[in-house]
């Protein structure tokens, strides 16, 4: 069973154009993220919802915006692609609550890969 | 503001050999520190993690790593690497409990040299 799915795999795309990721988690829990992964393997933090309410926010441009239907889902959005999006997303859940009192594992899913032309 | 230097983007060790991968932070408070693996098109998987109950913390596959205040470090070592251990190692750090921002450094990839 798949705990935390991506979809799609790969995603080959024009500039300007505008494309979404799709998660979902299967594991019950109440916090979702997306994180980038440039050309150099580098690890930024992008989002992070709780039960739906966004938590962390980053400075990312608004051409991306996150969408939380319910607590198992955290959809990406990216308008007017450039090609500096290219690059690798990641979604993870973990337990987490913003009450805290334990250190979380967060769940990684496998990866998007973005190609924009 | 917190950070994290991994020393060494390339490591290469010898199958048998010992595996030590570097790994420095910066927090301004008590962090909570965390080692995960990437193997080649995959997610992320955590290895451990260190929440301040012991020092010296065990992870899966024979991974350990231990944290050393004085020293800012949380450094990953292995007795006896294994081919199944070439990946892409990252260190990661962070101030708060439950939902976290981790703070990931720049990975080191492991190469394990028959």
């Known amino acids: 069973d798949t705990a935390v799915s991506q979809t799609p795999k790969y995603l080959v795309t024009q500039m300007g154009n505008d494309k979404s990721i799709k998660c979902e988690q299967n594991l019950g829990h109440d916090t979702m993220y997306w994180y980038k992964q440039d050309s150099k393997k580098f690890l930024k933090i992008m989002f992070s919802y709780n039960n739906k309410e966004l938590i962390i926010n980053e400075t990312v441009p608004n051409r991306f915006s996150p969408k939380s239907p319910d607590k198992a889902h955290l959809n990406l959005h990216i308008n007017s692609l450039e090609l500096g999006d290219s690059a690798v997303y990641f979604c993870?859940?973990?337990?987490?609550?913003?009450?805290?009192?334990?250190?979380?594992?967060?769940?990684f899913g496998p990866g998007t890969r973005l190609t924009v032309l | 503001a917190q950070s994290v230097t991994q020393l060494g983007s390339h490591v290469s060790v010898s199958e048998g050999a010992l595996v030590l991968l570097r790994c420095n932070y910066s927090s301004s408070v008590p962090p909570y520190l965390f080692w995960y693996v990437q193997y080649p098109n995959q997610g992320l998987q955590l290895l451990l993690k260190?929440?301040?109950?012991?020092?010296l913390v065990k992870g899966i596959n024979g991974f350990e790593a231990e944290f050393k205040k004085s020293e800012t470090s949380f450094h990953l070592t292995k007795p006896s690497a294994h081919m199944s251990d070439a990946a892409e190692y990252f260190c990661a750090v962070t101030e708060t409990q439950g939902a976290q921002k981790l703070v990931f450094g720049q990975g080191t990839r492991l190469t394990i040299n028959p």
């Open positions: 260190y929440t301040s109950a012991a020092t």
């Open positions: 993870a859940s973990s337990q987490g609550s913003t009450s805290g009192g334990w250190i979380d594992t967060q769940y």
